[in-house]
């Protein structure tokens, strides 16, 4: 590793990281270095095989790949093959289990109904006229205008309040449109043209991305302990959190990050289902994961399985998922990057660098398309 010849630095090997140094190994066949801090590829992505039962699982948390975008489909393809899994999830909400999205299966079942689709306007209609919100402001007013107070309350204050530790009225609407809502039985959670699992998982893809005699790897190096060697010529391609790369100057961004408690169950099939949502703001976890089900062509053991609970924490800094973006941390996010702009060979980006709640397909776009502007540079 010699940094004072090196012409292209990136920092992070998430997705945003990976994909441009593939494309300047492969389309501009120049050399470049890629490290991260942890001791493995692959970012919030990272997958691998559970010891023990043999069971493929993701580390940070269940990724579907779902996109509609010809270019990203056309892309991630050449590094992997996808199964044809398609997601689905579940609620659990005071013992009982519900569609989620919400959909009229979950509309009837909690109000032990049978409404028809042409039905649900008018019905929830009835259930709106009790709120006096006019002009949606928040999370929870946009929720409650969409499906009333009672499915909100039942399925999305307890959990949200998990997630963010925020109450939903300071969170901002634009998460809710992460949120399927559905009048019909649609019960699958992307609409996304393509969608799926990699065959064998995400690791290989980072693996088979960075394979490139160009691409020169460090893993284990924290980019702050060298970014004083770095000369003014070398272009930075940074993924990391957008505060940290200025000090935190401004002050600290806000991020949420996970803890995950695995457990090895005696049983085949555990919940029936990859992912478990659960609704009740009183059990502490937002939800189980049993990564089992992300492969249903793998013939994995019938004696055991494995899941994981999920639980939400603020970040300390080290393990950032999930950018807080409500109105104070937005601010904050717009002027470090119009410092990021001032900086010359300096390039931010991914969901730690932008500060905003990519899907992967959305990093691997924007990942795309940056590194046109890099051939530019
Ligand atoms: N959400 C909810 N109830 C659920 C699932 C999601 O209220 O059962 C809300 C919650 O505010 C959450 C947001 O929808 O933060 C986005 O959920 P998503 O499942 O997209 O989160 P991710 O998979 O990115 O963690």
């Known amino acids: 590793m010699n940094l004072n010849d090196l012409k292209y630095l990136i920092v992070g090997a998430g997705f945003f990281g990976s994909v441009i140094a593939e494309r300047i190994a492969n389309e501009l066949n120049r050399k470049v270095l890629i490290i991260d801090k942890r001791n493995h590829i692959g970012g919030n992505c990272y997958s691998e095989n559970d010891s023990d039962t043999g069971i493929h699982y993701h580390k940070y ?18 590094f992997t093959e996808f199964n044809s899994y398609r997601h689905q999830v579940l609620s659990t909400y005071k013992n009982k289990v519900y569609q989620m999205p919400i959909n009229l299966k979950t509309i009837n079942s ?28 928040n999370f929870e007013e946009s929720a409650i205008l969409l499906i009333g107070r009672p499915l909100y309350e039942a399925f999305i204050k307890g959990y949200t309040k998990k997630q963010w530790q925020k109450e939903p009225k300071n969170l901002p609407k634009s998460i809710l449109k992460r949120l399927p809502f559905r009048k019909n039985y649609n019960d699958s959670y992307y609409f996304s043209k393509w969608q799926g ?28 302990d060298i970014k004083d060697k770095i000369t003014k010529e070398t272009i930075v391609i940074y993924s990391g959190q957008l505060d940290k790369y200025f000090d935190y100057k401004f002050g600290k961004l806000e991020w949420r990050t996970l ?23 009183e059990i502490p976890y937002t939800r189980i994961h049993e990564p089992k089900h992300l492969h249903p062509e793998k013939n994995y053991t019938k004696e055991k399985t ?22 104070k941390n937005k601010q904050l996010a ?38 046109e502007q890099i051939k530019k540079l």
């Open 306 to 327: 494995i899941v994981f609970e999920e639980y939400s924490k603020p970040d300390d800094g080290n393990e950032p998922y999930y950018p807080v973006n409500d109105e």
């Open 334 to 371: 717009a002027k470090y990057k119009e410092e990021a702009k001032k900086e010359k060979n300096l390039i931010i980006g991914g969901r730690l660098g932008h500060y905003s709640y990519y899907d992967m397909h959305q990093t691997i776009e924007s990942a795309l398309n940056v590194f």
């Open 61 to 78: 948390g269940t990724h579907i790949f779902h996109t509609s975008n010809q270019k990203v489909w056309d892309y991630i393809n050449q």
């Open 197 to 224: 699992i990699p065959l064998n998982g995400y690791t290989e893809i980072f693996n088979k991305l960075l394979n490139n005699k160009n691409i020169e790897q460090k893993l284990e190096l924290d980019f702050f």
């Open 110 to 137: 909690f109000y032990n109904l049978n409404l028809k689709p042409f039905e649900v306007n008018d019905f929830l209609k009835s259930e709106i006229s009790k709120e006096k919100i006019s002009e949606p402001k």
């Open 259 to 281: 803890d995950f408690v695995k457990k090895t169950m005696q049983v085949d099939d555990n919940q029936g289902t990859a992912v478990m949502n659960f609704a009740e703001e």
